[in-house]
C-alpha cells in the first residue's frame, strides 16, 4: 500500500510567446508568469516573486527547453535585479526586460551596466519616449514598443532616435498583417503578437526540497569564500536540487557536452556565480510543504551513500561518483510519478547508468538489484548477487549500515536553541 499522503513534487506553471526576426524565424521567447496551466493572462501580486518563479522554473519542464541559439526574455523588478537574480540564468542568451517605468536608481544603473559587461542583453519594455526611457536607451540594447499604444507619427521618431543610437526595436501587439507591414516599413528588427502565435502554457513538476539542505545551502552559498566541496556534500543529499541541476546543465539553455560523473563536476560547469544565484533563485521558491513525505528522497540519499561507499571499499573498478548519482536518482519514477525513461532523457549521465535506472540489464542495474534484495530482505538472492559481483559480505553489510545511519542522521533537522 502506498503510504504517501501527498505527493513529494509541486505543479509549476509560465508561458512563453516568440518574437521574431524579419523572416519569422524565433529570435527569442519572453517567459510570462502563470498561475495555472489554463490561465491566459499574469495575476500577479509580487512581481519580484513572479520573477523568482519564472527564473527557477524554466528548465524544469522536460521537453520544453529554450533551443540553443534562442534568447530568453524576462521581466525583472529593480529589486531582482538589485538582488542579481539575472545571474541565475546564463549570459549570452538572456534578455533581462526592464519597464520604462523604473526609477532610473544610481544602484539599478551600476548593475545594468555590470549586467551588460557580463553579457546580458539589457531590453526597455513599453517605450514610450517618458523621461526615464530617453536616460534608460544609453544603457539598454533594445527597446520594446507598443504599438497599438503609439501614434504612428511618434513610433516613426522613437525609431529614428533608436536607430541613431544603435540600439535594436522590438515591435509588440502586432495582431494583423497591415501593423506587421507597417512595423517593417518604419525599421523594426523583431515582432511579437497574436498575429505570429498567442502565449502557449508550460506547466511540470519539480520536486521539493527538504528544509535540513534549504538550511546549510543558504549558509554555504552566503559564505565570503567559496566552498565547493562543502557545496557538492550538501547538494549530493537533495536528490530534487541535483536532479534539477543536471536537468539544467544538461538544456540547451546552457548546452555543456559532456556526461556529468559528480555533482561537483557539475558545480565547476556552472560557475559559482552562475550557481550561486541559481540556488538562492531556487531555496527563495522551493516554499516548504504544510505534509511532507521525506521517505522516498531519504531512502535514495541512503542508497547513493551506500553504492559510494560500498564501490569505495571493495575497490571494483567502478567510479563512486558515478554509483553515487545511480543511488541518488534510482527512486525518481516514484517521486515524480513519471516513466523513469522520459525522466533520465533530461539528465546528462552516461549511457550505461541512465540505462540501468531504466531496468536495463548490465554491471550497474545489478548494484541495483543488489539494493533492492537488501530492502525486502530478501537473503538469498542478495547472497546470490554479492557472490556474483564478487563483493565481500561484511563489506556489504558494513556499508550498508554506515549509509542507513548516515542518511538517518542527515534528514534529522537541527535543534533550535
Known amino acids: 500500500m502506498n503510504s504517501r499522503k501527498s505527493p513529494i513534487y509541486d505543479k509549476f506553471f509560465f508561458a512563453r510567446q516568440p518574437i521574431l526576426m524579419p523572416d519569422q524565424s ?14 491566459t493572462s499574469a495575476v500577479i501580486s509580487d512581481g519580484y516573486k513572479a520573477t523568482l518563479n519564472v527564473a527557477a522554473d524554466i528548465c524544469s519542464a522536460p521537453g520544453k527547453d529554450i533551443p540553443d541559439n534562442v534568447k530568453i526574455v524576462i521581466n525583472f523588478s529593480h529589486k531582482s535585479i538589485l538582488d542579481k537574480i539575472p545571474y541565475s540564468l546564463p549570459a549570452g542568451k538572456t534578455v533581462v526586460q526592464i519597464p520604462e517605468t523604473t526609477p532610473p536608481t544610481p544602484a539599478l544603473i551600476k548593475a545594468l551596466q555590470e549586467l551588460s559587461q557580463d553579457g546580458y542583453i539589457i531590453a526597455l519594455d513599453d517605450f514610450e519616449g517618458r523621461p526615464q526611457g530617453e536616460f534608460f536607451i544609453n544603457y539598454a540594447d533594445a527597446i520594446i514598443v507598443d504599438i497599438l499604444a503609439v501614434q504612428k507619427e511618434k513610433l516613426r521618431q ?3 532616435q533608436c536607430h541613431s543610437s544603435g540600439t535594436k526595436l522590438i515591435a ?16 523594426f528588427d523583431f515582432f511579437q503578437g497574436f498575429y505570429f ?6 506547466k511540470g513538476r519539480k520536486l521539493r526540497s527538504g528544509e535540513t539542505v534549504k538550511l546549510k545551502l543558504l549558509k554555504l552559498i552566503e559564505a565570503p569564500d567559496p566552498d565547493i566541496d562543502a557545496l557538492a556534500e550538501a547538494l549530493q543529499n537533495d536528490v530534487s536540487i541535483s536532479y534539477r541541476l543536471l536537468t539544467l546543465l544538461n538544456s540547451p539553455t546552457f548546452g555543456f557536452p559532456q556526461k556529468i560523473s559528480s555533482i561537483r563536476q557539475a558545480i565547476v560547469l556552472a560557475g559559482w556565480k552562475m550557481l550561486k544565484n541559481w540556488l538562492r533563485v531556487i ?34 573498478g567502478l567510479n563512486p561518483e558515478s554509483m553515487f548519482l545511480l543511488g541518488l536518482f534510482s527512486l525518481l519514477g516514484a517521486m515524480f510519478d513519471m516513466p523513469i525513461r522520459k525522466l533520465t532523457t533530461y539528465l546528462p549521465l552516461e549511457d550505461d547508468i541512465c540505462a540501468a535506472l531504466c531496468g536495463e540489464d548490465n554491471i550497474y542495474n545489478r548494484y541495483l538489484e543488489l539494493i ?28 550498508y549500515y554506515e549509509a542507513s545511519r548516515w542518511a538517518n542522521s542527515f534528514f534529522q533537522l537541527p535543534r533550535t536553541a
Not at 502565435?197 to 508550460?202: F, S
Request: proline share 3%.
Open 158 to 160: 522613437m525609431c529614428e
Open 26 to 39: 524565433v529570435w527569442g521567447y519572453e517567459l510570462l508568469f502563470r498561475d495555472s496551466g489554463s490561465a
Open 197 to 202: 502565435k498567442r502565449p502557449e502554457n508550460i
Open 172 to 187: 509588440k501587439r502586432v495582431e494583423n498583417m497591415t501593423q506587421f507591414a507597417m512595423a517593417q516599413e518604419l525599421g
Open 372 to 399: 533492492a534484495f537488501f530492502e525486502n530482505g530478501d537473503w538469498d538472492n542478495l547472497e546470490f548477487v554479492i557472490d556474483e559481483l564478487g563483493l565481500d559480505q561484511v563489506i556489504v553489510s558494513k556499508s
Open 283 to 316: 531555496l527563495l521558491t522551493d516554499l516548504t510543504p504544510k505534509e511532507k513525505s521525506l521517505e522516498l528522497p531519504q531512502l535514495a540519499t541512503q542508497r547513493a551513500r551506500f553504492l559510494h561507499t560500498l564501490t569505495s571499499k571493495a575497490q571494483n
